[in-house]
């Protein structure tokens, strides 16, 4: 699909969005830029004039560092990110990678074609690709503009999404065929919207919790509520309404934060502050937050740790802030969850709570 896309040597960035945390490592991240990246280059076809439309291009829009050498236009990693359990959202301009798997269902949805590549040595250019967890992967070409989503296998929109798209380990299999990604309007390249509501879906009715809306007042509040609509729809749940969760449900939620920092959360010691027993606290929370306990319990750890190096704190004290029992320990988590280390965070992201 779309013109062929070269590739320029150089170091490739390692895993997705990720970059330093440090100012004196951004700034070293900002002065070496995408060029310094590698892949995720594709050639500007009109030479100079081209060059200086994307120069343009790049101002005007404000949020993606552009790149021009010998003719070949760069994306660097720069945007927005929102982690909860089960959920990772990055909107912003997608950048190339190395080669790298991670546990998560990968998600990625772009304005322009982008071109990844398999573990085989096939390539595939598409605006739209869903890879399987623990499947090695890289994009070779990256985006200005895209939504890159990471969901947990195990959770409802992460079933769901690989029930609905049908993919393998093959990159020409990644992207989801168009009889179960065609958007409502008709269009047979979708983009920046959600499919229809086609194929299985799970859960109908129950909205999970990963998909609430962001606190109202932060600056990026409507685009990133925008974002979560977009990645409901393409998991089929997108006709899913929010009901009120079983109090003990709530009352696990609110508990599980105050456990994190004391070692491992048990389910049974979750359902003893709940008054259910065991068996009956992990069905009902699976089927209400969308994710199961253990997941869930998971996730939040990364997310008050990622929180808390997004703050300035070291990775030893942001691990043993959200219940890690070491750095070392953070850093294995997070890269299963997300292929990379956090040590590794974009200096250009802006963490959205």
């Known amino acids: 699909m779309g013109e062929p896309i070269s590739v320029a040597a150089g170091r490739g960035a390692r ?14 991240w900002r002065r070496r830029g995408s060029a310094g990246h590698g892949p ?18 790049a101002g005007s829009a404000g ?23 089960g ?9 190339g990678n190395r080669p790298h798997a991670h546990h998560a269902v990968q998600l990625i949805i772009s304005a322009e074609p982008f071109t990844m590549a398999d573990a085989h040595g096939g390539r595939v250019t598409t605006r739209v690709a869903v890879v399987p967890p623990d499947t090695r992967h ?30 393998g380990p093959r990159a020409t299999a990644w992207p989801p065929s168009l009889a179960r990604t065609r958007p409502t309007g008709g269009s047979p390249a979708p983009a920046m919207t959600g499919p229809a509501a086609t194929g299985p879906a799970f859960g109908a009715g129950a909205r999970p919790l990963m998909f609430a809306e962001p606190p109202i007042g932060h600056a990026r509040a409507a685009e990133v509520a925008g974002a979560l609509r977009t990645v409901e729809l393409w998991t089929g749940l997108g006709g899913s309404d929010g009901v009120p969760l079983h109090p003990a449900v709530e009352a696990a939620i609110a508990a599980i934060p105050a456990l994190l920092g004391h070692g491992p959360v048990r389910l049974r010691a979750v359902a003893d502050e709940v008054h259910l027993s065991p068996s009956r606290l992990a069905h009902l929370f699976g089927a209400q937050v969308g994710i199961p306990l253990r997941p869930y319990v998971r996730w939040l750890r990364l997310q008050r740790a990622i929180h808390l190096v997004a703050g300035g704190e070291t990775l030893t004290a942001a691990a043993h802030g959200a219940g890690f029992t070491d750095g070392p320990h953070f850093t294995r988590a997070f890269r299963v969850a997300f292929g990379n280390a956090p040590s590794e965070l974009a200096a250009a992201i802006d963490w959205v709570p």
Do not use: F, N
């Not at 895993?15 to 070293?28: I, K, L, N």
């Not at 050639?43 to 100079?48: E, H, N, Q, V």
């Not at 993606?64 to 909860?84: A, E, F, N, P, Q």
């Open 15 to 28: 895993g997705t969005p990720m970059g330093r945390s440090s100012a004196g490592r951004a700034r070293r």
């Open 40 to 57: 995720g280059v594709r050639p500007w076809p009109d030479g100079p004039a081209g060059a200086g439309r994307a120069r343009a291009a």
């Open 63 to 85: 949020r993606t560092t552009v790149t021009i050498k010998d003719g070949v236009m760069s994306h660097s990693w720069r945007g927005w990110c929102l982690l909860r359990p």
């Open 87 to 95: 959920l990772m959202l990055y909107g912003g301009a997608v950048g």
């Open 138 to 167: 890289a994009v070779l070409a990256g985006s200005p503009r895209a939504l890159l989503v990471h969901l947990d296998p195990r959770s409802l929109a992460g079933r769901s999404l690989l029930a609905r798209s049908g993919t």
